[in-house]
């Protein structure tokens, strides 16, 4: 990935919501998993006394950079480079347990949409790219050039939710090789027409780029190792922006697995270690949309851990 020396500050959502539902202990141990340009952890800051930790978590060197710069000198405040979907193994064993909040913002941040090179935008010209690290191997340019039909096709029908799959994938096959987001833009507008055609853009875009990041796995993934790294009582905050992201969370917090089913012990008592505590979704004011458009979609879930029933 190139370097960029501006970064795009990325505006927290729903920040006084996050900051309210998860800290349940000014004194206690938190993890802001996506740390971004800091904006939510400065303000996790704010509510924590001086014998707090904070620990934030993020797989983009300029988010770090921007995120410890905003900061500064916080002894309360430590970051890690990594995908949170190895927290597990990002954190010290010691924390197994201990920690008493998880923030998870998913999705895209403003800095990563604007920086043209990244290529996350279509609309600026850009290399096919979508990394969200230098960790991951597999850029846009191989899933797009690369893939067969088929898979193509799966991902633009199933991480895009996009219904003409089928003669998007063809398209692009056919247009090979294209080498940058206007192209594949280009290859997309070619199949989709009218008022939707914008949408079906962003659709091929999304999917992709979830391909490329493994977005769906890694989110799977720390929710699992959520239930390991959090005490009793502990909460996690996941705000996501699509579909998608938000039915893996809504399952998860249902049942403490991925299938969203509660599972029962012998005497009919439910064993589901988590339980969502926000009563569904959580939305952004209209006065916070008007402020900032991107919080448009965001939609926020809180669940904590509990015993498990006495028998």
């Known amino acids: 990935m190139t370097k960029n020396d501006t970064y795009y500050e990325h505006q927290p959502v729903l920040l006084e919501e996050s900051v309210e539902y998860l800290i349940t202990d000014s004194q206690g141990i938190y993890i802001d998993a996506t740390l971004g340009g800091g904006g939510h952890s400065q303000a996790l800051l704010s509510h924590l006394d001086s014998n707090a930790q904070l ?15 905003r900061i500064g000198q916080d002894n309360r405040f ?18 197994h347990g201990e920690i008493s909040g998880i923030l998870l913002d998913l999705g895209v941040s403003t800095h990563q949409i604007k920086e043209a090179d990244r290529g996350f935008t279509f609309q600026k010209e850009g290399p096919l790219d979508m990394r969200m690290s230098n960790l991951r191997g597999i850029t846009a340019y191989q899933v797009v050039n690369e893939y067969s039909y088929e898979e193509l096709r799966d991902v633009i029908y199933h991480y895009g939710e996009e219904r003409l799959s089928r003669e998007i994938a063809s398209e692009i096959i056919d247009r090979r090789p294209i080498e ?12 989709v027409y009218g008022k939707h055609q914008i949408k079906s853009v962003a659709r ?22 959520s239930l390991e790294l959090l005490k009793t009582d502990g909460r996690i905050v996941a705000i996501s922006y699509h579909s998608l992201e938000d039915r893996i969370v809504k399952r998860f917090f249902r049942a403490g697995n ?6 029962k012990d012998f005497y009919g008592n439910p064993l589901s270690p988590i339980e969502e505590i926000s009563g569904g979704i959580i939305r952004p004011s ?3 949309v008007e402020q900032n458009p991107a919080a448009r979609s965001a939609k926020m879930r809180v669940a904590q851990i509990i015993d498990p029933p006495e028998v």
């Open 204 to 225: 091929v875009f999304q999917g992709i780029r979830i391909e490329v990041n493994r977005e769906l796995d890694m989110l799977r993934q720390v929710l699992d190792q």
């Open 286 to 288: 209209e006065e916070e």
């Open 180 to 191: 940058t987001t206007t192209e594949l833009r280009d290859a997309v507008e070619a199949v």
């Open 258 to 263: 991925h299938k969203g089913e509660i599972e």
């Open 78 to 95: 430590s970051s890690i480079k990594g995908n949170f979907g190895y927290l597990t193994r990002l954190l010290s064993p010691e924390l």
């Open 55 to 69: 620990i934030g978590i993020d797989q983009d060197d300029e988010a770090l950079s921007a995120a410890n710069a």
